[in-house]
């Protein structure tokens, strides 16, 4: 089994859908979670961190559930510029261990 | 925020030679950097873990004596790629950070080996 696992995709949504992704994780020791966004030949970047409350950035919302080992990124009325792939990543800093997802392509269509 | 640097963007090499790609963390200090390998279409794949001041940690099925990692200082790591070969072409990208903050990635290194 992966160490964290994401929904294989591809999503294919029309502007102005409401897309959801999860991501789940198999060290329970794991302490921080974040999304990040990679669009075609470039870098990962930091989307949002994820915390146990859940937060919420515009469009875009985040929450973890510990008890079930997953975290999910909601995105709210999708725009042509949301198109990319999203990776969940997760960190365990008891041995600086630092584990994406396969990540997840998305594709927000007119 | 934290500003990573990777050097060089691209690079062009003959099959047999090595290649040195830098990552560098230039407003913090770095013990631990990561270094990861992306094919086209495909994911990223952690390759190592850089630790300042001791041995990279490699994952499975990566060749440490091929890929060098050299972590001298908090602010840079290098990884080397001895005797490439073609299907050593790929996007060679590292990060760095503070952890709590989440961490950045490098702009990646393209790496193409003909």
């Known amino acids: 089994r992966k160490e964290v696992e994401q929904d294989p995709g591809p999503f294919n949504v029309p502007e102005g859908a409401t897309v959801a992704f999860n991501c789940t994780y198999s060290?329970?020791?794991?302490?921080?979670f974040f999304w990040y966004r990679q669009d075609c030949r470039k870098e990962p970047k930091l989307l949002m961190s994820?915390?146990?409350s859940g937060n919420e950035d515009g469009r875009f919302t985040a929450q973890l559930n510990r008890a079930s080992q997953y975290i999910s990124l909601l995105i709210r009325d999708s725009k042509l510029s949301d198109s990319a792939t999203y990776l969940c990543?997760?960190?365990?800093?008891?041995?600086?261990?630092?584990?994406f997802g396969a990540g997840t392509r998305l594709t927000v269509k007119p | 925020g934290a500003v990573v640097s990777q050097h060089p963007s691209w690079v062009i090499c003959k099959s047999g030679t090595s290649v040195k790609i830098e990552c560098r963390s230039l407003?913090?200090?770095?013990?631990?950097m990561f270094w990861y390998r992306q094919f086209p279409k495909q994911s990223l794949m952690l390759m190592a873990t850089?630790?300042?001041?001791?041995?990279?940690?490699?994952e499975q099925g990566v060749e440490k004596d091929k890929f060098l990692i050299n972590h001298a200082s908090l602010t840079l790591s290098t990884l080397t790629v001895t005797s490439a070969h073609p299907e050593d072409s790929s996007f060679y990208i590292c990060?760095?950070?503070?952890?709590?903050?989440?961490?950045?990635f490098g702009s990646g290194t393209r790496l193409t080996v003909v």
């Open positions: 990060s760095a950070g503070q952890g709590y903050d989440g961490y950045t």
């Open positions: 060290n329970s020791a794991s302490q921080s």
């Open positions: 994820v915390y146990s």
């Open positions: 990543v997760v960190i365990s800093y008891n041995n600086n261990d630092m584990r």
């Open positions: 407003d913090f200090q770095a013990t631990t």
């Open positions: 850089s630790n300042e001041g001791s041995k990279a940690t490699y």
